[in-house]
Every structure is written in structure tokens, then in C-alpha cells.
């Protein structure tokens, strides 16, 4: 029998019937009338109970003391809120609302899509309500179910809540903190098929690279992005991998190229990095939670200083497993996210000036393509306007994924055991930056210089089978200044701690001609050997003619 249908004939005073039942009831079916009577308070209320269920339980002997009823009915209560929850349990696990209390909306729950939406206390009330959670008031508590829930949440807060690149959204054990993903990346669905558009523009930008091999540099490309999309698709964990710079003619297209192609390919999510770089914030959070970070016209100093920085930048972006996620809303340990980085610079000597010198241990770490073409939409192209163009592009990005992940091939000529890409530098745009840095220019001065000479007064050692030169860096740019005065007036070299840093850049490019010596008296000393094609007796001998003032 229902509840209901007792409720039904008690209220129809057919109690004739039911005390007869329950006076021939033991056992199991006597329990069993006790649950349908304590049932019917729950969902007939207290008033209810007042007047009948209490005096009808008493009258038929059914629970005959008053305290004992209360009792039953109060444990009832409870068994009826415990299951009510595990109910809810059921259907929507309770770790899925998430409280961080550094958060300006600290409440976090699943929201329509995959990832997680945010929002105060009353929000978070409103959505328990809905996954069915009541306002009865819980056992042994003065506060409704859902608001009694949202304290244990509150007493149990996670470490940290927003996105990380690469991560799928979800709570996550990272360096032994919680941590909730709250959105995931917009990835592909990688389908077979052609992509003319995304080939040709390729092929327009990349296969007339200056001073390079027909081809190379679409293949360098292809195969950079072919390992950043198995790594972000496959399980989206950090690996090393190069910093791409696109340098080349104005309106080339190589923004369009970054932010068009490559960054909807690898999750959609763009961030500036420049401001951390420079140190102009302290906060990370948005670089952590994007997998693709764009440089473009940001680079504005040339200072040693700042170059420097620079390039422990990059290097770092490339080859750190991990970075320190500083938010405004709290601070969580280093998380390994996934990352690629890409720069886009004009071609100019001016705007090139700024990119860190192709040094032996940052050289590994970028590859240099050279982006040209003419104009690939407007008058007399396949494309009225860019607006034309690009839902081909769009259309075509599923198709082009597709071949990266499945189709295109990394030749053994072109791999590496580190960063998987052998690194790629388009031979004009180093030879750009390597007449760029001050220390290539005064490498030529001082091969050309006379230090090794009679004249110079420097100390010659010869005991090695070659001329080696010892000097400081003051006296270097002393004799630099008198013998080589207009060649030295174009790196505008003002001081000997100038010189020194120039000195000691070389040392570390050139190690087969200078070496730091031990200090002498607090003075940094530099060992400059002459190259073997200056030290022939023929080459002395005109040195000395020259020297002299005559003529060969």
C-alpha cells in the first residue's frame, strides 16, 4: 500500500479497516506500516501529523510511545535527506561545483559546453536547486540542504581555477595542488581532403625566400607545425620546441599566417607575452592558459641589457617545461603547459635590430623564414578581398590538420633529437643579423687592426706556433681609438665597459680567437690570437712595409 492510499483512507475515516491490518500485522508488514506512516509526514507536512498520524500510531498500538514516534520519525528524516542526496550524487557527481576563494565570482560548476562557468553564493544556490537539491532543513542542522552543501564546498576550496594550455577542462592534480581547468582549447576535427587555398598561400609567402633552397622553407614550416599539432591533439603535454620567427616584406601576410592559420589550428587561444617579458607585469595567467603567444611589432630596444633579457626570454619559452602561474586572484605553483610562439617582424635593418644576435646557445632555439610575395587578394588575384579569402581558409583548416597529423612526413635530413625540427635559419636574415651585432664589425677591425705589429706595444706571444695578443679592454680601446678611428666611430663605442661586453660576446662566438684571461689586478685581461691567413712571413713582412709608411 502507497502512502498516498493510506493518507487516501485515513481521510476517509475507513480506519476500521486499516487498524484491523495492522493489528494482524508482525514482523516485516508491521515495519512496513511504521515506514508508510512516517512517510506521510514528509509528504503530508506537520500539521498533518499533529492531528492524526501521532494519535493513530499511538491508538493502534502501531508506535504506542509519543517519544519513540518522535524518534523514528526523526531518524526517517534523515534517511529520506541522505538518500535525497546520493540521488543527486547520482546524476550529477557533488565535485562538480568547486569553490576558490581568490576568485571574484569564487563558485565554479559545469556549464553548457565543456568547460566551467562562474558565480557568487546565490548563483551557485540557484544552480543546486536545479540539480535537486531542496531547502528541507538537514538533521541535526539549521540550514537547508543546498545552503548546507555550499558550506562543505566552501570548507573544502581548491588551489587554483582558469585555463592551462593544452589541459582539457576539469579538476586536475598538478604539483600537488588542485587545480580546476576551467575551459578546454577550440580544437579541430581533422577530416581528409584538399586545401588549395592554405597551399598556395603557403607556397606564395614561403617558397621565394631570399638566398634559400626552392621549397625549404614550406617544408621547415610543415614540419614545425606537424609536431606542434601532435603534441597539442595527441595528449597536449609540453615539449620543447623552437621559437618561429616570420620576417619579411610589409603586408606579406605573416600576421595573417599566425593568426589566421597557425593559431585556430593549435587551439584558437592567443596571448602577448612582450609585457611579461619586458617585466612590466608580474602576472601569467593569460600566457598559461593560451597555447599560442604572438610577438608582433613589440620589439622597441636595442640596448645590450634589454637584448640580453630578450633572449633568455625566448629560450626560455622554448626549452622551460614549466611556468610560474601568477595570477591576480592568488598564486599556484610552476604547471608544464603546452606552448608555441611565434614573432612577426618586418625585413628592415631597423625593426631587425632588435632581435637577439644567432648566438651558439639561442641559435638552436629559432627558426628564421623568410616571408615574401605579392599581394594574395585584390586586383588581378583569385581573391577580391580578404573577406573572400578567408572562409576558404576556414573551410579548409579541418583538411589541413588532417595532413599534418596523418599525412606529412619529417625526413631524417630535416629532424633533431632535441626539439624534434632541426632548426632553420633563411640564410639572408642571418646574415642580416650577424652584420646587425656590434660584435661581428669590431671582430673585422681588430683582424684588420695592426695589435699584432711592431708598432702596437702590445705583448705578441708566439710560443704556440701563432701570434697571441694579450690586452685589457681599456687598452684595447685606446689603441683602437688612435690607430682605427673612423672604422670605430660607426659601433660608437664610448667606453671601455662597452668594449668589455663586446669583448666578452666575442669570446663566447669565437672561441678559436679570443680567450678571458685571469684577472691582474682586479682587471679582466683578453687573449686574442691572429688568424692563421695573417701569420705568413710574406703577410709579416708587407705588415712591417706598411707600417713603416712605404708602399708595396
Known sequence: MKPYELAERLFQRQETGIRDAISRADGEERRWFVK??????????????DVDLRAFAQSTGLIPDRKRFDALLSKRREEDVISRARRVS???????????????????????????????????LEELKRLGFSDLILPGSRLPEARAFLIGIINQPIDYAGGIAGIRAGLHRIGGKNILVTSSPDLLVP?????????????????????SELGIQTNILLDWLHFAARDLYTDG???????????????????????????????????????????????????????????????DSVSP???????????????????????????????????????????????????????????????????????????????ATFADWKPHVDRELPAFLHYLLHEHVVPVARADAHYRVASYHNPFLAGVLLELDPATPLHEIIV???????????????????????????????????????????????????????????????????????PLHGTTRYAIRQPEARCSPEQDERERVALAGFSS
Open 36 to 49: 508508510r506512516v512516517l512517510s506521510l509526514h514528509n509528504d503530508a507536512g506537520e500539521h498533518f501529523m
Open 90 to 124: 547520482a546524476s550529477r557527481p557533488l565535485t562538480e561545483m568547486f569553490y576558490f576563494p581568490h576568485a571574484k565570482k569564487p563558485f565554479f560548476w559545469h556549464g553548457t559546453g565543456s568547460g566551467f562557468t562562474s558565480g557568487g553564493k546565490e548563483d551557485a
Open 191 to 211: 577530416q581528409p581532403g584538399a586545401f588549395p587555398a592554405i597551399q598556395e598561400f603557403l607556397r606564395s609567402r614561403l617558397d621565394l625566400g631570399r638566398e
Open 237 to 299: 603535454k609540453y615539449r620543447p620546441a623552437q621559437v618561429l620567427a616570420l620576417i619579411g616584406q610589409r603586408r606579406a601576410g605573416k600576421d595573417v599566417l599566425a593568426n589566421d592559420i597557425i593559431a585556430p589550428l593549435l587551439g584558437g587561444r592567443l596571448a602577448k607575452p612582450m609585457a611579461k617579458f619586458k617585466g612590466e607585469t608580474r602576472f601569467s595567467d593569460e600566457l598559461v592558459a593560451s597555447e599560442n603567444w604572438h610577438i608582433s611589432d613589440e620589439l
Open 305 to 383: 641589457k634589454t637584448k640580453a633579457a630578450l633572449e633568455e626570454a625566448l629560450k626560455q619559452a622554448a626549452v622551460s617545461p614549466a611556468l610560474r602561474l601568477e595570477g591576480k586572484f592568488g598564486t599556484v605553483v610552476s604547471v608544464p603547459t603546452y606552448r608555441r610562439l611565434v614573432i612577426t617582424c618586418n625585413d628592415d635593418r631597423t625593426s631587425m635590430e632588435y632581435f637577439p644576435g644567432l648566438r651558439e646557445n639561442f641559435a638552436d632555439k629559432i627558426i628564421m623564414l623568410d616571408v615574401r610575395g605579392a599581394a594574395f587578394f585584390g586586383p588581378e588575384t583569385p581573391w
Open 448 to 518: 684588420n687592426s695592426g695589435i699584432w705589429g711592431p708598432s702596437s706595444d702590445f705583448v705578441v706571444d708566439t710560443s704556440a706556433g701563432h701570434r697571441t695578443v694579450t690586452t685589457t679592454a681599456t687598452g684595447l680601446l685606446a689603441y683602437l681609438r688612435d690607430n682605427e678611428s673612423h672604422a670605430m666611430a660607426g659601433l660608437d663605442i664610448k667606453a671601455a665597459n662597452h668594449l668589455g661586453r663586446l669583448l666578452a660576446k666575442l669570446v663566447a662566438d669565437r672561441p678559436e680567437f679570443y680567450r678571458q684571461l685571469p
